[in-house]
């Protein structure tokens, strides 16, 4: 098992995050172990789209700055780079704070607007991804993400971010190719094994909490960041520091196998499973969501979208992306208290036939 660091940090200022940073580091081997002189290191932010730093949706501008001093202290260089899921990817660095970074560093900001196929043999469900083609060109990479909850995956961090090596709307797509949890995980381990970054530095400083992340959720304040070679790793040891604290994580409800007729397992699915719902009182009408929306669940009898839950395969794109926070996961309830009951009769059941087998 690959070894993974936790150090605390208080603040964004400078000094304390060198220091942090480099602690966490060293206690793995020390940053030489990863980045040798000369290499061209690609440092993979987390730039959700157009969102300013205290909102705790991006990796922080001085984190980023942090990481970029210390790569070219051991003689890389580092370059920057992401892709948004539709924002303009400009100014969406610019309003972040990444260009204001790597202008004052003298660092490039590359943008993932070009794809290569990659073939991936290994891979259990893809055997190839489209990648940028940017992230191709590193002799290094260096995963810098943002710790917060996700409405599909329950956290996303380090294995979550990678997906931002696949540009743009192209990540819609592969939405549709894996509609459930389940298999979207699968890929999202699938595309580790062809974008595997050497070296994951999460920023965990600041996270988001709340059934609302990755985007839309609270702001909270966590005091660590973590660091590992292994991005499977580094996304438990930050998930076990905070399950016992106050940290709000998303209660994700059980996927589901519905027997029986076509018709009622749509029915039963659409009552019981979560779903977006739009806030009308903050929705623009802006149309972004039907964009991202490549199930094509999403129509416009009205100004408000009307969303075809039959079609929907919980991906929730359109949350993510809808820059107003007007849609959000609907969770009812009913369905809460159903499972919470179920999962309780099974923890009784399971103790039950502990005590009979003594």
Do not use: W
Not at 139 to 146: A, H, M, S
Not at 168 to 174: A, D, P, Q, R, W
């Amino acid at each position: 098992m690959q070894k993974v660091s936790l150090s605390k940090c208080s603040t964004y200022q400078e000094s304390e995050l060198l220091s942090s940073i480099k602690k966490s580091l060293d206690l793995i081997g020390g940053l030489p172990s990863f980045v040798k002189p000369g290499q061209k290191v690609l440092l993979k932010v987390n730039m959700l789209g157009a969102h300013h730093p205290d909102k705790a949706v991006t990796t922080h501008p001085e984190f980023l700055r942090a990481v970029i001093k210390l790569v070219k202290e051991v003689g890389g260089t580092p370059f920057v780079g992401d892709s948004p899921g539709f924002d303009n990817a400009k100014k969406s660095a610019e309003v972040c704070g990444y260009l204001k970074v790597c202008s004052e560093e003298r660092v490039p900001f590359v943008y993932f607007n070009e794809s290569a196929e990659v073939k991936n043999p290994n891979g259990k469900r893809f055997k190839s991804f489209q990648i940028a083609k940017a992230v191709l060109d590193a002799d290094v990479i260096i995963n810098l993400p943002k710790f917060k909850t996700h409405g599909l995956t329950g956290i996303t961090c380090a294995v979550k971010n990678m997906f931002g090596c696949v540009p743009g709307l192209l990540k819609s797509e592969y939405h549709v190719k894996v509609p459930t949890r389940k298999e979207f995980n699968i890929m999202l381990l699938d595309l580790l094994e062809v974008v595997k970054p050497a070296l994951n530095i999460v920023d965990a400083v600041v996270g988001m909490e709340g059934e609302n992340g990755p985007h839309a959720g609270d702001p909270k304040f966590i005091g660590l960041i973590a660091v590992s070679a292994d991005a499977e790793v580094v996304d438990q040891a930050l998930y076990d520091a905070v399950a016992d604290t106050d940290f709000k994580l998303v209660k994700l409800l059980p996927e589901i196998v519905v027997p029986g007729p076509s018709f009622v397992r749509k029915i039963v699915r659409s009552f019981l499973l979560e779903k977006p719902v739009v806030k009308k009182k903050k929705c623009t009408s802006c149309k972004i969501c039907g964009k991202v929306c490549k199930s094509q669940a999403i129509s416009y009898p009205s100004k408000y979208p009307k969303f075809d839950y039959n079609k929907c395969i919980r991906c929730f794109c359109c949350a993510e992306m809808c820059p107003e926070h007007a849609i959000f996961v609907s969770r009812s309830r009913f369905t809460r208290f159903l499972f919470s009951t179920i999962s309780r009769l099974q923890e009784l059941r399971a103790s039950l036939s502990g005590r009979n087998e003594k």
